[in-house]
C-alpha cells in the first residue's frame, strides 16, 4: 500500500514543479526582442532585456522616447554604424561607435546610453 501511495505522491510532485517551472519560463521576457531590422535599437537593462526603444536616425534625449533613465544595453541591426553618449547632446565622442551588426551587452548604470545617432559627418563622426 506504501509504494503505490509515494509513487502517486511523487507523480503529483512533479506535475506541480513542472508547472511552476513553465509559468516561472514564461514570465522571463525574451532577451533582445522588439527590435527591427534596419533600426538601432536601445533596451532599458542590460543584455537586451526591459523596455526597448527603435530609431532608424537617432535621438538626442531618449527621455524622449520613454527611457528616462537611459538605456543599459543596445543592439545596432543597420549596416551603418551609431555612436551613443551618456547624456543628452547633439554632438558625440568617436570613440563611443556601435558598428553595424553588433551588441552592447551592458554599459552599466553608471553611465547610461542618453542619446544615439547613426554616422553622418555633422553628428557622429569617427
Not at 503529483?12 to 531590422?37: D, H, K, L, Y
Not at 537611459?70 to 551603418?80: C, I, L, M, V
Not at 547633439?90 to 554616422?119: C, M, N, S, Y
Request: with cysteine.
Amino acid at each position: 500500500m506504501r509504494k503505490p501511495l509515494v509513487t502517486a505522491l511523487a507523480g503529483a510532485f512533479f506535475v506541480a514543479t513542472a508547472g511552476v517551472a513553465a509559468q516561472a519560463a514564461q514570465a522571463e521576457p525574451a532577451r533582445w526582442s522588439g527590435c527591427p531590422m534596419d533600426e538601432f535599437c536601445v533596451y532599458e537593462g542590460p543584455h537586451g532585456s526591459g523596455r526597448v526603444a527603435t530609431f532608424r536616425t537617432g535621438s538626442f534625449n531618449l527621455a524622449h522616447q520613454g527611457l528616462h533613465n537611459g538605456g543599459r544595453s543596445a543592439w545596432n541591426r543597420t549596416d551603418h554604424p551609431w555612436c551613443w553618449e551618456d547624456k543628452p547632446t547633439q554632438t558625440f565622442d568617436p570613440l563611443q561607435v556601435v558598428r553595424f551588426a553588433k551588441r552592447l551587452e551592458d554599459v552599466g548604470a553608471e553611465l547610461p546610453i542618453r542619446a544615439v545617432h547613426q554616422w553622418d559627418n555633422r553628428h557622429c563622426r569617427y
